[in-house]
């Protein structure tokens, strides 16, 4: 494979990109250990990066494991998406105070945020920030909040060379691999050749911060590494969705006794779309002081999976677990091609992983298609 | 499909309105006039628009327009009180200060009207939403063929718009039909629900497009009666309703199958969202 | 064929002009059932008696209608009040002697039946719906 500009950084070195970054002015974002999760905070330097730590993901089920070695991005995904810093969940659209029997209001622009670089944006996360921008940026309004800070941010992304028995990226053509979207896109390599990084610029941002960096030039033997770590955690997946035709597929069993089956165990918890990268639902909350001369109004993160999300006078629409849990993935993995030319699902499998159940929207759509009640129940 | 030049921290901050008027309509039922704070954007609307109306420190809902369109330096708002903050909004004295975001959503085919015959079919508070449909249409009245209203309510105390009715049948070629679910004593006029008065239309059904608002089932029942009188689906109109926050396709409350209520309707064609009205809880 | 001219048809000599005044009952509940009506014009309210002895209307029935069936089954026993709100102008229409006719032409009973079944089906459709009080704050 042609060398196409990659180069190779020590990991030793990382520390340098990040305090490159910083002096840049960036406001580094990457993962570390917390809680016993790997979750995404702000970091100042490499030694907050989870060195040695891996996540073992089942249905239902998260914890995180000592590897063997010393890789720094040796797992596969936390239970939190870059959509934490994009998408906030908790912001201030405006404030207002009484004024003549009426309101003025106070402010209005989005908060200018510092400008963000998020260290290890795994493909399928990259894909879901596609899938938000076509949501929140392309469509009839402009959400200005997710476009100052989605502008803002320098994206390092990190390949996978490792797969979770809950991914299922490849077959919905969203990973493991990375071609663009990103900065600066790496592969963590070890092994004979040392603890290093195959990197290749993105952007000519991501191409002016590699200049300051003492990287190697990459021998063929590490582009091959690299590629078949990738082409190795793509085959190790186990789990997939076949897109054929699903959007028939949902639109028509709208009826499918299967439903029953999920909602007998869907405890509408709303866990799957608080994890999930691509849902973007929220909700408007006006809230004054008890004088009642200062108002504000807040937009939180919201979930369809809630009673109240479908309420209109006289009730709720979707009552039941089972018309919550349809609506999602009904939304998810078919609406979403009318809504936004594309799938809403990236194949993280967070949604699995995370679900206290272990409803696997996998098997859900396995059994729609096989028109039977089979699977976990 | 980009047209968005519109960024959310336009369309997510109220303009002050001022009430210029409350009237009662019913025991329930209030109609707001409002007028824009100097300064303001003039208040232009298409029929079948809806606002996101503000009480300060209260809350926001969404409130059809109810005005004529014709007059855009005002803003008018029928609205039935049925809770705090629907309560909070009629009970607004005159002179104090609305927030009002909009207008929004798809409107009434008026223009794809002209040229054919009008039926509005309107159950309880879905009158509101028609009225400026009906004044456009009786502004134009010439590049009209024939009007029917035809208006269903619970009872003659829950009737809207009395007056008007009374002057809209005067109107050539319009044909005014008023009943209700529940007579009482006095009340001469018809009793039954508004699919009752369907065989005193006057109407060529092949050259007719429908407007309907109401309650989801008394739609779905008009629309039956609709194609049982030989309209066709892509000729019918309906205004649907679901929850809303934003109004501007971010928070995904009012999702209907594949649509947001707020920038693909609220006015749907019939054929569009036909197979959705046949599911429960969707 | 019309309604008019259907039962018109049949029973030539056992149909009659009638004109009610407003605020005139044409039957009232509990009564012999024996005729029905075709509404040429005018307006009738069926009314039930409620427990204070004031009347609800049920419905209204206008031009093109026909007004009772309880003729047509046993007990032949009007269930409501017919109060003509308006001047009101029907054919009278002698139910006795269509009730005999169906007994003794079957054929002639299926299509009566089928007519009045038909009125009934949409009449009960319409109850149901103004039952459901979908304009009523839930």
């Given at each position: 494979m042609p060398n196409e500009g990659h180069v190779v950084l020590a990991a030793s070195e990382l520390g340098k990109l990040i305090a490159a970054l910083v002096q840049k002015g960036y406001a580094v974002v990457g993962p570390t250990v917390r809680d016993g999760a790997i979750v995404y905070d702000a970091i100042e330097s490499e030694k907050e990066l989870p060195r040695g730590w891996t996540d073992e993901q089942a249905p239902g089920h998260y914890r995180l494991k000592r590897r063997d070695d010393d890789a720094l991005f040796g797992y596969v995904v936390g239970p939190q998406s870059w959509k934490k810093y994009l998408h906030p969940a908790e912001v201030r659209l405006w404030s207002a105070e009484r004024r003549d029997g009426t309101f003025r209001i106070l402010n209005n622009e989005a908060k200018p945020q510092p400008p963000r670089a998020f260290l290890g944006v795994r493909a399928c996360e990259l894909k879901a920030m596609a899938v938000q921008d076509r949501v929140l940026l392309e469509d009839k309004y402009r959400d200005a909040i997710y476009a100052a800070r989605r502008a803002g941010a320098f994206l390092i992304a990190m390949q996978c060379t490792q797969s979770a028995p809950t991914c299922f990226c490849a077959s919905m053509g969203t990973g493991p691999g990375i071609a663009e979207g990103a900065d600066l896109i790496l592969t963590e390599l070890m092994g004979s050749g040392g603890h290093r990084f195959l990197v290749k610029a993105g952007s000519e941002r991501g191409a002016e911060l590699l200049r300051e960096l003492a990287t190697t030039a990459a021998s063929a033997a590490d582009l091959s590494q690299a590629e078949q770590g990738v082409k190795t955690a793509a085959a190790a997946q186990t789990r997939s969705i076949d897109n054929q035709g699903i959007k028939e597929l949902l639109y028509k069993n709208f009826e499918h006794p299967r439903w029953d089956n999920v909602a007998a165990r869907c405890m509408t918890c709303a866990n799957c779309t608080m994890v999930c990268p691509t849902c973007f639902c929220t909700t408007v909350e006006d809230v004054s002081d008890v004088a009642g001369d200062h108002a504000e109004r807040w937009r939180r993160w919201d979930s369809?999976?809630?009673?109240?999300?479908?309420?209109?006078?006289?009730?709720?629409?979707?009552?039941?677990?089972?018309?919550?849990?349809?609506?999602?993935?009904?939304?998810?993995?078919?609406?979403w091609f009318d809504q936004f030319d594309s799938s809403g699902c990236v194949g993280c499998g967070r949604c699995i992983t995370w679900c206290p159940v272990g409803i696997d929207i996998t098997e859900e759509v396995r059994a729609l298609r096989e028109g039977t009640n089979h699977g976990n129940a | 499909m980009a047209t968005a030049v519109i960024t959310s921290t336009d369309v997510m901050v109220p303009q002050s309105y001022r009430v210029?008027?409350?009237?009662?309509?019913?025991?329930?039922?209030?109609?707001?006039?409002?007028?824009?704070?100097?300064?303001?954007?003039?208040?232009?609307?298409?029929?079948?628009?809806?606002s996101m109306l503000w009480v300060f420190g209260v809350g926001e809902l969404p409130i059809s327009i109810s005005g004529d369109p014709a007059k855009n330096d005002q803003l008018i708002y029928t609205v039935r009180s049925v809770g705090q903050a629907t309560n909070s909004l009629v009970s607004q004295s005159v002179g104090s200060g609305i927030g009002v975001r909009g207008p929004f959503g798809t409107g009434w085919p008026v223009e794809a009207a002209r040229g054919r015959d009008v039926i509005i079919v309107a159950g309880g508070i879905g009158l509101a939403p028609l009225r400026p449909a009906i004044y456009e249409v009786l502004h134009r009245r010439d590049e009209y063929g024939r009007l029917v209203i035809l208006y269903g309510a619970r009872s003659p105390r829950d009737l809207l718009y009395r007056k008007e009715l009374a002057a809209w049948a005067r109107h050539r070629d319009t044909q005014v039909l008023v009943t209700v679910d529940y007579g009482g004593v006095s009340w001469r006029g018809h009793v039954g629900v508004v699919t009752t008065l369907f065989k005193y239309a006057r109407l060529k059904p092949t050259q007719s497009v429908a407007m309907l608002c109401g309650p989801e089932i008394m739609m779905r029942f008009v629309t039956r009666e609709l194609e049982a009188h030989g309209l066709v689906r892509p000729d019918i109109y309906l205004s649907m309703e679901r929850n809303m926050k934003c109004a501007v396709g971010f928070c995904g409350h009012c999702q209907y199958g594949p649509h947001f209520i707020c920038k693909d309707g609220p006015v749907f064609p019939y054929d569009r969202i036909r197979p959705l009205m046949e599911k429960y809880e969707l | 064929m019309g309604l008019e001219e259907y039962y018109t048809g049949l029973l030539t000599g056992c149909a009659a002009n009638v004109r009610f005044q407003p605020g005139s009952y044409i039957f009232k509940e509990g009564e012999e059932a024996n005729e029905f009506y075709l509404l040429r014009s005018g307006r009738v309210a069926l009314e039930i008696f409620g427990a204070a002895h004031k009347p609800h209307v049920v419905e209204t029935l206008e031009e093109g209608d026909i007004l009772g069936w309880s003729w047509l089954l046993p007990p032949y026993v009007w269930k409501f009040h017919a109060h003509a709100v308006h001047d009101t102008r029907a054919i009278a229409l002698d139910g006795k002697c269509l009730r005999t006719k169906c007994e003794q032409n079957h054929d002639l009973g299926y299509e009566v039946l089928k007519r009045f079944a038909q009125i009934m089906e949409r009449r009960l459709e319409a109850t149901r719906m103004q039952l459901l009080d979908v304009y009523a704050v839930k």
């Amino acid at each position: 494979m042609p060398n196409e500009g990659h180069v190779v950084l020590a990991a030793s070195e990382l520390g340098k990109l990040i305090a490159a970054l910083v002096q840049k002015g960036y406001a580094v974002v990457g993962p570390t250990v917390r809680d016993g999760a790997i979750v995404y905070d702000a970091i100042e330097s490499e030694k907050e990066l989870p060195r040695g730590w891996t996540d073992e993901q089942a249905p239902g089920h998260y914890r995180l494991k000592r590897r063997d070695d010393d890789a720094l991005f040796g797992y596969v995904v936390g239970p939190q998406s870059w959509k934490k810093y994009l998408h906030p969940a908790e912001v201030r659209l405006w404030s207002a105070e009484r004024r003549d029997g009426t309101f003025r209001i106070l402010n209005n622009e989005a908060k200018p945020q510092p400008p963000r670089a998020f260290l290890g944006v795994r493909a399928c996360e990259l894909k879901a920030m596609a899938v938000q921008d076509r949501v929140l940026l392309e469509d009839k309004y402009r959400d200005a909040i997710y476009a100052a800070r989605r502008a803002g941010a320098f994206l390092i992304a990190m390949q996978c060379t490792q797969s979770a028995p809950t991914c299922f990226c490849a077959s919905m053509g969203t990973g493991p691999g990375i071609a663009e979207g990103a900065d600066l896109i790496l592969t963590e390599l070890m092994g004979s050749g040392g603890h290093r990084f195959l990197v290749k610029a993105g952007s000519e941002r991501g191409a002016e911060l590699l200049r300051e960096l003492a990287t190697t030039a990459a021998s063929a033997a590490d582009l091959s590494q690299a590629e078949q770590g990738v082409k190795t955690a793509a085959a190790a997946q186990t789990r997939s969705i076949d897109n054929q035709g699903i959007k028939e597929l949902l639109y028509k069993n709208f009826e499918h006794p299967r439903w029953d089956n999920v909602a007998a165990r869907c405890m509408t918890c709303a866990n799957c779309t608080m994890v999930c990268p691509t849902c973007f639902c929220t909700t408007v909350e006006d809230v004054s002081d008890v004088a009642g001369d200062h108002a504000e109004r807040w937009r939180r993160w919201d979930s369809c999976f809630t009673e109240s999300f479908s309420y209109i006078h006289g009730g709720s629409v979707r009552t039941s677990a089972k018309a919550r849990y349809r609506q999602w993935m009904t939304h998810k993995l078919a609406a979403w091609f009318d809504q936004f030319d594309s799938s809403g699902c990236v194949g993280c499998g967070r949604c699995i992983t995370w679900c206290p159940v272990g409803i696997d929207i996998t098997e859900e759509v396995r059994a729609l298609r096989e028109g039977t009640n089979h699977g976990n129940a | 499909m980009a047209t968005a030049v519109i960024t959310s921290t336009d369309v997510m901050v109220p303009q002050s309105y001022r009430v210029q008027e409350v009237s009662k309509e019913t025991s329930d039922t209030f109609t707001l006039k409002l007028a824009p704070e100097e300064g303001s954007n003039g208040s232009s609307f298409r029929p079948g628009q809806f606002s996101m109306l503000w009480v300060f420190g209260v809350g926001e809902l969404p409130i059809s327009i109810s005005g004529d369109p014709a007059k855009n330096d005002q803003l008018i708002y029928t609205v039935r009180s049925v809770g705090q903050a629907t309560n909070s909004l009629v009970s607004q004295s005159v002179g104090s200060g609305i927030g009002v975001r909009g207008p929004f959503g798809t409107g009434w085919p008026v223009e794809a009207a002209r040229g054919r015959d009008v039926i509005i079919v309107a159950g309880g508070i879905g009158l509101a939403p028609l009225r400026p449909a009906i004044y456009e249409v009786l502004h134009r009245r010439d590049e009209y063929g024939r009007l029917v209203i035809l208006y269903g309510a619970r009872s003659p105390r829950d009737l809207l718009y009395r007056k008007e009715l009374a002057a809209w049948a005067r109107h050539r070629d319009t044909q005014v039909l008023v009943t209700v679910d529940y007579g009482g004593v006095s009340w001469r006029g018809h009793v039954g629900v508004v699919t009752t008065l369907f065989k005193y239309a006057r109407l060529k059904p092949t050259q007719s497009v429908a407007m309907l608002c109401g309650p989801e089932i008394m739609m779905r029942f008009v629309t039956r009666e609709l194609e049982a009188h030989g309209l066709v689906r892509p000729d019918i109109y309906l205004s649907m309703e679901r929850n809303m926050k934003c109004a501007v396709g971010f928070c995904g409350h009012c999702q209907y199958g594949p649509h947001f209520i707020c920038k693909d309707g609220p006015v749907f064609p019939y054929d569009r969202i036909r197979p959705l009205m046949e599911k429960y809880e969707l | 064929m019309g309604l008019e001219e259907y039962y018109t048809g049949l029973l030539t000599g056992c149909a009659a002009n009638v004109r009610f005044q407003p605020g005139s009952y044409i039957f009232k509940e509990g009564e012999e059932a024996n005729e029905f009506y075709l509404l040429r014009s005018g307006r009738v309210a069926l009314e039930i008696f409620g427990a204070a002895h004031k009347p609800h209307v049920v419905e209204t029935l206008e031009e093109g209608d026909i007004l009772g069936w309880s003729w047509l089954l046993p007990p032949y026993v009007w269930k409501f009040h017919a109060h003509a709100v308006h001047d009101t102008r029907a054919i009278a229409l002698d139910g006795k002697c269509l009730r005999t006719k169906c007994e003794q032409n079957h054929d002639l009973g299926y299509e009566v039946l089928k007519r009045f079944a038909q009125i009934m089906e949409r009449r009960l459709e319409a109850t149901r719906m103004q039952l459901l009080d979908v304009y009523a704050v839930k």
